[in-house]
């Protein structure tokens, strides 16, 4: 008699299909003795999801946030066993342990969960109270989770077993945490560079200038060079987003010229002034431009 079970007699018939179906199935069966009491480990509890939103300078240097979440958890009263305080599971007696039984159907033998013990290979004679047996209780908690610099939007953290309890005393599932970032007035990003737009007046550009900056960790001073055209970008190095193996990224200026909506009689006659000598020393904007 061949002995298969059910879960692997299932899927190896189903996907093997073509040639070497049986052959998969004998192979796998000798191959892994161990499968039907490995059916018989107590289960790992689900993956639960939640969300959190991040400022944006959070985000880049890295925080750490407190999460309050409602999931199942070890029972606090029985730690996990199911069984009341003072006695423990005791191993089933039909299946001796391994949570499956056997039956012969033809040929074939095929191995099946256990109905006494559900699968577990123990039962449980006086359940905890609190949990009715299960080990798990649904309990609000706050955990605290440290998000790394440089968390992208929409990016996910896992942190191994905060997850929902397994059942009996099994391993706890995962959270997994997805990490909403919110806007910056100043700062943009670009991979790991920051990105922020200078307003410079005219004269900046043209004589040249420092101006200081804000960057993560406080402001530098970016030096404008004389003759810098409208729109061009000056980068900092260093004064981006920390990398996850080290250093950081960079600080990306873009100037921008702010033109002024209103100007006194003196500003005006002496910006006059300006355009007049701009023209005779041969000054043209537009020169090349658009076959001019």
Not at 60 to 75: I, K, Y
Not at 211 to 219: K, Q
């Amino acid at each position: 008699t061949v002995q298969f079970t059910r879960g692997y007699l299932l899927g190896g018939a189903a996907a093997g299909g073509g040639a070497g179906g049986v052959g998969d199935l004998l192979g796998g069966f000798f191959t892994r003795g161990g499968g039907a009491r490995a059916a018989a480990r107590p289960r790992r509890g689900s993956d639960v999801e939640t969300e959190t939103t991040l400022g944006f300078r959070e985000a880049a240097q890295g925080v750490t946030v407190p999460l309050r979440m409602t999931s199942p958890s070890p029972c606090t009263t029985c730690h996990g066993s199911g069984a009341k305080p003072g006695t423990s599971p005791r191993v089933c007696p039909h299946c001796n342990g391994t949570g499956v039984v056997s039956r012969n159907q033809g040929a074939f033998g095929f191995s099946e969960p256990c109905d006494d013990c559900r699968g577990t290979g123990s039962i449980i004679d006086d359940p905890c109270s609190d949990c009715r047996g299960t080990g798990i209780q649904n309990r609000t908690r706050t955990i605290t989770v440290r998000i790394p610099p440089g968390v992208r939007d929409g990016q996910r953290i896992r942190l191994a077993g905060q997850g929902e309890a397994g059942l009996r005393g099994a391993p706890a599932g995962d959270l997994f945490v997805t990490v909403h970032v919110s806007q910056d007035k100043v700062f943009g990003r670009n991979g790991d560079d920051l990105t922020l737009v200078l307003p410079v007046s005219y004269t900046e550009l043209v004589l040249g200038t420092t101006v200081s900056v804000p960057t993560l960790e406080g402001r530098v001073g970016v030096k404008v060079p004389p003759g810098t055209a409208d729109g061009r970008t000056l980068r900092v190095r260093g004064r981006g987003v920390p990398k996850r193996g080290g250093g950081a990224g960079d600080l990306l200026v873009t100037v921008k010229v702010a033109v002024p909506q209103k100007l006194d009689d003196n500003a005006t006659e002496a910006l006059r002034r300006y355009a007049e000598a701009e023209k005779t020393s041969g000054f043209d904007p537009r020169a090349g431009w658009a076959g001019a």
